[in-house]
């Protein structure tokens, strides 16, 4: 192995546990405001999140044990397989999705391939286009309390689910010639099917529990990337990152004033957002056009949430 590419294997191999070295000696220094901005995101997670969340959890799973998966999958097969490529049954994923935010798109997706109601490209598929933000979140926080303005929200709203259909339109041809096992459901509604009052306690337990999990992993990520931003603002790393990206801003002749929370959204949505929506803008499209886009990707924060939902399968993130 010649000297240079072994200098690389061995910075690869040290990087991570740097990091995470680095990130415990801040977590010492900085540890009055990472208190608080602990704080602050369990306090986004209760009053938020779980309220929001943890109902349509709860309500996925309880589903996911009946026939409705497949009659639905019946009612819109023709519509699901000619634009997005996956049968019928995905339309549900696409559905809560919508209705309820991420990541219960990539939830359902990753529950469809371990009771082998899809294929795995077709689950792959469906990662690509059902993790969205749900319309409380886009027209009740960003647009009412965030922009103050409900028009705003029901916009954002409106071309975020046109982007959602044209990205799953994109990746109907994800892995296209892959030879797929024609997997059926057959088997998990004649399961459904064994469904009654007397085990209906044991399958709302179930259910509960479950969603349970979900939601502290959720809480875990809000709490942990909370800190991080305290970390990156406190140690002036935030406003590097700013003057790296500006040249880009520059080119783009999008104001300067808008980096920040660029790269805070990167990091983490929500924080991101709040700096993007009160910035005094002349044009307010700019103010839009950025919301849209952040709400659009979700930030390393909800990425990681799909990775972490989706690690017991063979489902792959890159779609």
């Keep these: 192995m010649p000297k240079s590419h072994f200098y690389i294997f061995k910075l690869k191999q040290f990087l991570l546990p740097f990091i ?3 990130f415990t000696i801040c977590l010492v220094i900085f540890s009055k405001t990472n208190l608080l901005a602990a704080k602050n995101g369990l306090a986004l997670w209760v009053n938020s999140i779980v309220p929001s969340l943890f109902p349509f959890f709860v309500a996925t799973e309880l589903l996911s044990q009946t026939n409705f998966i497949y009659y639905l999958g019946r009612i819109l097969n023709r519509v699901m397989k000619p634009i997005f490529n996956v049968r019928g049954e995905g339309s549900f994923a696409f559905i809560m999705g919508i209705i309820s935010g991420y990541p219960v798109g990539a939830k359902i997706a990753a529950n469809f391939r371990e009771n082998h109601i899809c294929s795995k490209e077709e689950c792959e598929r469906l990662l ?4 969205n933000s749900g319309p409380l979140f886009i027209i009740g926080t960003v647009g009412i309390t965030m ?9 954002l709203l409106i071309t975020h689910i046109l982007a959602s259909i044209t990205v799953g339109f994109a990746f109907r041809f994800w892995k296209f010639n892959s ?4 997997e059926t459901y057959a088997s998990k509604a004649k399961k459904s099917d064994n469904i009654s009052l007397s085990n209906l306690g044991a399958i709302i337990g179930n259910s509960i529990t479950n969603s349970i999990n979900t939601i502290l992993l959720i809480g875990g990520f809000v709490v942990l990337f909370s800190v991080i931003i305290s970390i990156l603002q406190t140690s002036n790393l935030l406003s590097v990152l700013c003057n790296l990206i500006e040249p880009i801003f520059d080119l783009l002749y999008i104001p300067n004033t808008f980096i920040l929370g660029f790269v805070s959204g990167i990091i983490e949505l929500t924080n991101g957002l709040s700096v993007i929506c009160n910035i005094p803008e002349k044009k307010l499209s700019i103010n839009i056009i950025m919301a ?3 709400l659009g990707l979700g930030g390393i924060s909800v990425l990681l949430q799909v990775w972490s939902t989706i690690s017991k399968t ?4 890159k779609p």
């Excluded at 690509?128 to 993790?131: C, E, G, I, L, Q």
């Excluded at 922009?147 to 916009?155: D, Q, R």
């Design 292 to 294: 849209s886009f952040m």
């Design 179 to 182: 030879k797929t096992i024609n």
């Design 147 to 155: 922009f103050g303005n409900s028009t705003i929200g029901f916009l």
């Design 128 to 131: 690509s286009f059902t993790n």
């Design 20 to 22: 995470l070295i680095l």
């Design 314 to 317: 063979d489902l792959s993130i």
